[in-house]
């Protein structure tokens, strides 16, 4: 490796050189970077009960162990939808309590750690916060899992030591996703650097994730990247998936709808089982 990581690395708490052994995360009994490959699933935006109730209920028939949606959406427009807030977070939370499912969100400003921390199981660092240092030194003092999104323009080095920010404070509990980064590609949204889940799983015992709804922007290439995600080492994926996505409030574009998530998931289990992992 090079750099900051290279000479620091037997002293960075990110480093597999400082531990040798994969860190393995409970998230109410799901676990995270273990044999079973974790399927998070749901809607960009949490936008209404019975979208969401909808949503879960399919994306757990098909598999799902847990439940995404955004409550504070970081908009490109500020005249985009920006999420239904606390409001949001508690449809959430009710919905992933009567599913059975633990839920994760998206945090975007420290202030709000301790509303996300009441609701959600995992909170999410967005890829636009991903060196938010004074949000990253907050949550290192969390005791719940964090879920680290790669910023779209940052190298591996950058995103490792984001995360050694958040161990740093005493929080061990974090899951590196990577979400495709900033490309001259005009046809997909992201370009998914699967290099560098295969990369981050030697250079770290941190568990690693996928996102390829933001990391490809395209519908159809969700399933294929997944797959490929998986041939890749990823120990988890979160995929977007809404009812009638043409009219989603946000990301419809990319988002699966849950036959076309069954499907995928179908297609999930043998590429798991050829490498040695099952899908929960
Ligand atoms: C999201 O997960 O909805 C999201 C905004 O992702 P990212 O931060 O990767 O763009
Ligand atoms: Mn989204």
């Given at each position: ?9 037997g ?21 995270i970077g ?6 998070i ?7 209404s ?14 598999g ?7 409550a504070?959406k970081p ?22 309590e ?5 839920v994760?969100s ?9 509303l ?7 909170l999410?660092v967005?890829?636009?916060n991903?060196q ?11 005791k ?5 999104k ?16 958040i161990l740093?404070g ?15 590609e005009p046809?997909?949204?992201?370009t ?5 889940v295969?990369?981050v799983k030697?250079?770290?015992h ?19 990247m997944?797959r ?5 080492g ?14 989603a409030?946000?990301?419809?574009d990319?988002s699966?709808?849950p036959r ?6 179908r297609e ?5 089982r050829?490498v040695?992992r099952r899908?929960?």
């Amino acid at each position: 490796m090079k750099n900051l990581l290279a000479q620091k690395d037997g002293e960075l708490l990110v480093s597999r050189i400082c531990q040798s052994e994969s860190t393995q995360i409970d998230v109410k009994g799901c676990l995270i970077g273990g044999e079973q490959v974790m399927v998070i699933a749901g809607p960009c935006a949490v936008e209404s009960e019975e979208l969401l109730k909808e949503t879960a209920f399919k994306v757990r028939a098909a598999g799902a162990a847990m439940l995404r949606g955004g409550a504070f959406k970081p908009r490109t427009s500020p005249y985009s939808f920006q999420g239904l807030g606390e409001k949001g977070l508690k449809l959430l939370a009710r919905v992933g309590e009567d599913m059975n499912m633990p839920v994760i969100s998206e945090i975007m400003d420290s202030e709000d750690i301790g509303l996300l921390a009441d609701y959600a199981d995992i909170l999410q660092v967005g890829a636009r916060n991903m060196q938010n240092f004074a949000l990253l030194r907050k949550l290192g003092q969390l005791k719940k899992p964090v879920v680290l999104k790669r910023g779209m323009s940052a190298s591996i080095e950058e995103w490792l030591l984001a995360a050694e920010y958040i161990l740093a404070g005493g929080n061990s509990q974090v899951i590196l996703c990577e979400r495709g980064i900033r490309s001259s590609e005009p046809w997909t949204r992201n370009t998914l650097d699967l290099s560098a889940v295969a990369l981050v799983k030697e250079l770290s015992h941190l568990p690693v994730m996928v996102d390829p709804s933001h990391a490809t922007g395209v519908r159809s290439l969700v399933s294929p990247m997944a797959r490929a995600a998986i041939a890749a080492g990823a120990d988890a994926l979160m995929v977007e998936v809404h009812p009638q996505p043409e009219k989603a409030l946000s990301d419809g574009d990319q988002s699966l709808t849950p036959r076309g998530f069954s499907t995928m998931m179908r297609e999930l289990g043998p590429v798991a089982r050829a490498v040695g992992r099952r899908l929960r």
